[in-house]
């Protein structure tokens, strides 16, 4: 028995991970930090300690992957040096051009090996199947059939330490940040366990200096830390694991089988599903660390208050944001100009659209789009630095689209998250009557088509823009009768009128986010070689069913049948959108509470929480990535 529960404590079983929600992951803190507390002021001992234990908290959650994990560390950290060593600039770019390399294609052929395999079979018309070329070497070691050479799995956490070599060999590159001469220093870095597995992601310029500095905490930051951490199993188990087993991934999984009302219910619930289990994780991870003395990034700034498409991706996993913008977005071209990459990116992003596609008229319209956006470039050059600059930013979320995974699915969701930025640059400097005059063309239009065809995805357009249209339409008519006016309540009008088209915004801006992750949880928790097709088959089946026939009398008999999931979405939401100064000043009242008060709360809390868990405990849904 006693050999069992070692074999439990230390050996790897992939049925049962470590996860935050865990009682043993707790049990695991617990220890480290009880070791921590004898270490925290012996800098290089405390960063070995916590780096240790951060590589076997990787192996309890990926196996044998934690070799990729170690190898990555040791291969960047030497090529830091390397980069700074360098004597020259040249020497200097071909060492960064070598690591930057290495760590692409590592993370590629984990991510996209069936991506790739499917375009070779397709333009050769082979039948090649995927190969492990590290289980291979691993039964080579071991003896032949250990492991499993015909499937490759992707590493958790992979593209999270990845971006962290990066930012590092970028910033040695750039002279932000000199190179850690510890090894431990080092993997400690790129391992710290609470953000290993799913962000946020370290910038090396702004984590490495505190790797030097000694341990301090104080009565109100671990106040602060506790909370945070309680608020993060909060939103992942009442409000994300409670939605998804209990509504949102029943109807994703077979959506033909619910009405046109429960899918669109789903869409949802997956846009607070998705926040609150990231947005979970992300608060237990910045709690966990500060318990350490060390502090993560903020990540999330209450996204769905953001009033459109641009405002949103500076508060969603702003970690990824920020990273995509200073080593993709500027590298590009930024809004200076559109460099020889942005046209490379959007020639690759067209070769991939038509294998994904299987025609070459998707492909052909890209490339003409790109061929009329350079002629704009080349002979309108009064709009050239606005054009680039779209220009790049839809390569970004194209390239951010691919990152989450090579489907057309995740390609549609970055590119609709693109397009929505570009749009809203269009909208805002058009004033209320052209917008006005624009939607009611737009409205027509749809109300031709589906006249004509009769598609689900006609009828929601006509729906969403009918609803927008009536907004601005409203809009304009106050703006029209509050003129002239100058009396005293006007002042009041204003306000009202200004927070009104604030909430309007908010809703559109929330909606279109929603309609964007249709494609996005489609394509997720699927085998990489089925993701194309059952991702497309199952966005398609859910627009068929939204844009579908409603029977309208059955609504309020499938709200009180999901009474609770539905309660539980506005309190989240009501939550979500509660001003920001009133959610910081309860999380000081938690922090500044007596210690004997504090442990009280934070019980009752843990009781509250684990009514709601589920007999499965659900992985948090950006391991996958």
């Not at 590629?108 to 190969?131: E, G, M």
């Not at 070691?141 to 990066?166: A, C, E, M, Q």
């Not at 949802?268 to 237990?284: H, P």
């Not at 067209?350 to 025609?359: E, K």
Request: glycine share 6%; aromatic share 20%; charged share 15%.
């Amino acid at each position: 028995m006693f050999v069992n529960f070692l074999k439990d404590i230390f050996v790897f079983n992939s049925d049962f991970p470590l996860l935050f929600t865990q009682f043993y992951f707790w049990a695991f803190f617990a220890f480290v930090f009880a070791g921590f507390s004898l270490l925290k002021n012996k800098i290089l001992l405390r960063n070995a300690y916590l780096a240790f234990f951060s590589f076997f908290f990787y192996y309890k959650t990926s196996g044998l992957f934690v070799l990729i994990l170690g190898f990555s560390t040791l291969l960047n950290m030497l090529y830091g040096e390397l980069i700074f060593n360098a004597k020259t600039d040249g020497k200097k770019k071909f060492h960064l051009a070598i690591a930057l390399i290495i760590n692409i294609l590592l993370l590629s052929y984990y991510k996209y090996s069936y991506f790739v395999t499917n375009i070779i079979n397709t333009i050769f018309d082979l039948n090649l199947r995927v190969f492990d070329v590290f289980a291979f070497i691993g039964n080579s070691i071991v003896g032949k059939g250990r492991f499993d050479v015909s499937n490759i799995l992707l590493p958790v956490g992979i593209s999270f330490y990845t971006f962290h070599n990066i930012s590092y060999i970028m910033d040695i590159f750039r002279e932000k940040v000199a190179p850690v001469k510890n090894f431990f220093n080092y993997a400690f870095y790129v391992s710290f366990f609470p953000q290993l597995v799913a962000g946020p992601i370290l910038r090396a310029n702004e984590f490495i200096p505190q790797l030097y500095k000694k341990f301090f905490l104080s009565r109100r930051q671990f106040g602060i830390a506790i909370f945070w951490i309680i608020n993060g199993l909060a939103k992942k188990i009442i409000l994300s694991d409670y939605l998804a087993v209990n509504f949102v991934d029943r109807i994703f999984d077979n959506p033909l089988m619910f009405s046109g009302f429960e899918n669109l219910s789903a869409l949802f619930g997956y846009s607070l599903q998705v926040y609150a289990d990231f947005s979970g994780y992300t608060d237990i991870a910045i709690g966990v660390a500060m318990l350490f003395g060390f502090y993560l990034p903020k990540n999330f700034d209450s996204p769905y208050k953001a009033t459109n498409a641009s405002n949103f991706w500076k508060r969603w996993h702003i970690s990824l944001s920020r990273w995509l913008r200073d080593y993709l977005y500027i590298p590009l071209g930024g809004n200076r100009n559109a460099s020889f990459g942005t046209y490379a990116v959007i020639i690759s992003i067209a070769i991939i659209a038509t294998l994904l596609s299987g025609s070459i008229l998707v492909g052909l319209g890209i490339l003409l789009l790109v061929l009329i956006i350079y002629l704009a470039i080349r002979y309108m050059p009064q709009r050239r630095k606005k054009i680039t600059t779209n220009l790049n930013n839809m390569s970004t979320m194209l390239l951010g689209g691919m990152w989450h995974g090579a489907s057309w699915n995740f390609m549609i969701w970055g590119g609709l998250n693109g397009l929505g930025m570009i749009i809203y640059k269009f909208w805002k400097n058009r004033n209320l009557k052209v917008r006005t005059l624009i939607l009611l063309c737009i409205l027509l239009i749809f109300e031709i088509l589906f006249f004509e065809y009769e598609f689900p995805v006609l009828k929601i357009g006509f729906v969403w823009v009918a609803c927008l249209f009536a907004g601005t339409l409203i809009q304009l008519l106050v703006s029209l009768m509050s003129k002239g006016h100058t009396d005293v309540t006007l002042t009041f009008v204003d306000k009202v009128r200004n927070w009104l088209s604030t909430a309007w915004a908010v809703l559109q801006t929330f909606v279109f986010i929603t309609f964007t992750r249709l494609f996005f949880r489609s394509g997720s928790n699927l085998d990489p070689a089925e993701a194309n097709q059952q991702a497309w088959e199952t966005a398609k089946n859910m627009v068929s069913k939204i844009g579908g026939h409603w029977d309208v009398s059955l609504i309020p008999t499938m709200i009180y049948e999901y009474r609770t999931v539905f309660i539980l979405f506005i309190f989240g939401m009501i939550i979500h959108w509660l001003p920001e100064h009133f959610k910081r000043r309860y999380r000081l009242w938690f922090a500044s509470m007596p210690l004997w008060t504090m442990v009280l709360v934070c019980v009752a809390a843990v009781f509250v929480i684990y009514q709601f868990i589920s007999a499965d405990l659900q992985a948090f849904i950006y391991f996958q990535f």
